[in-house]
């Protein structure tokens, strides 16, 4: 087992009380500017904004290598993932004229269209299996798009929600919060980059030069929560290569600087714009606060960007346990802060 992990007892998920929810297949309801009035209004948009700033306050000040718990369900997610990426080595890619998004993808994203809810089922306890036909569609928006053959933020946005769906049935519990992003998160980025770098795949919605990065979001405000009061490293430290190369494994945000500077060529200023300024930034603190703010006002508010959101009933559920008390953006707070004394955006262990 790798450092910094601790094995947990076998959870005793059929102690969970059989949700009563109904299950249906979801359908995209985010389509136009308008439809994002009722997105933003919505309770799964607070739920959703709600988890991701839960994880990013449980990871702050926490290196990869922290010991955490891993819980049954993390093992079989990571197995998951571990599935798809065995997948891309049996799907080479093939001989074609273009440079980009190599046609081997769609024949990858075929198998996983056709095994999703197998997939998933392994994750899911027995007692929820009519969650796994609604869970799955959620999984199969994360690994982007197979007719244009591109992946981004959009999908990176749909892994999340894939993650807080299954906080919302029980499967993952609050003491998994660490284990979601160092374990489960880090393991499916490893598996995206494995993707696009195999089939060349395209940026989906890229700004360009004038962007973040091309691919990911959420791995920049987790990893820089993991930063924040860290006694050596400032924000001025993540564009000196050296300190990239020496810190890259233990922290999120350099892991993802050091992805750009192999995929990229030529001075990290030009091509990375955006990232360089916010080098600038006096403090972790103000960077992680900004970057939230940044994800809030740029990327969910762009249809492109949440349509693998279906707008259906599982992410208007709450969560279980009582565990969400009122709407999470006012628990939460519009600046990237905790949830407040007592409070978590996920279901407490049994």
């Not at 046609?103 to 392994?122: F, G, I, P, S």
């Not at 993707?195 to 820089?224: C, H, N």
């Not at 000196?240 to 050091?258: G, I, P, Q, T």
């Amino acid at each position: 087992m790798a450092e910094g992990q601790q094995r947990s007892q076998p959870d005793s998920s059929e102690d969970i009380p059989p949700a009563t929810q109904n299950f249906i297949i979801p359908k995209k309801e985010i389509h136009t500017v308008p439809d994002m009035g009722k997105w933003k209004r919505s309770q799964a948009y607070a739920d959703y904004i709600g988890f991701i700033l839960t994880l990013n306050e449980g990871v702050k000040g926490k290196k990869l290598s922290f010991e955490y718990r891993v819980s049954e369900a993390i093992e079989k997610l990571v197995a998951l993932l571990n599935t798809l990426d065995r997948w891309i080595d049996e799907t080479p890619p093939v001989d074609q004229p273009s440079r980009f998004g190599n046609k081997a993808y769609r024949t990858w994203y075929a198998k996983l269209d056709e095994e999703a809810e197998n997939l998933v089922a392994t994750v899911v306890p027995t007692h929820l299996a009519a969650a796994v036909p609604e869970v799955a569609v959620y999984l199969k928006e994360s690994v982007g798009n197979s007719t244009r053959i591109d992946y981004g933020t959009g999908h990176e946005a749909a892994f999340a929600a894939f993650l807080c769906c299954l906080c919302k049935i029980g499967v993952l519990r609050v003491d998994d919060q660490i284990a979601i992003v160092f374990k489960v998160f880090n393991r499916y980025l490893e598996v995206m980059r494995k993707l696009q770098k195999t089939y060349r795949m395209e940026p989906a919605g890229s700004q360009g030069v004038w962007g973040l990065d091309d691919f990911q979001f959420l791995p920049f405000i987790w990893g820089s929560s993991q930063l924040i009061d860290h006694p050596c490293l400032e924000p001025r430290h993540f564009v000196d290569e050296k300190a990239v190369n020496e810190c890259h494994k233990d922290y999120m945000f350099l892991e993802c600087v050091l992805f750009i500077t192999e995929m990229k060529t030529g001075p990290f200023a030009e091509h990375s714009n955006q990232l360089w300024n916010i080098s600038a930034v006096p403090s972790w603190s103000k960077v992680n606060q900004g970057l939230i703010r940044m994800y809030k006002a740029e990327h969910l508010p762009d249809p492109e960007e949440v349509g693998p959101f279906s707008q259906q009933k599982f992410m208007e559920w709450g969560f279980p346990d009582g565990a969400v008390v009122g709407n999470l953006l006012a628990n939460a707070g519009n600046t990237g802060s905790s949830p407040g004394p007592g409070r978590s955006h996920m279901p407490q262990s049994n």
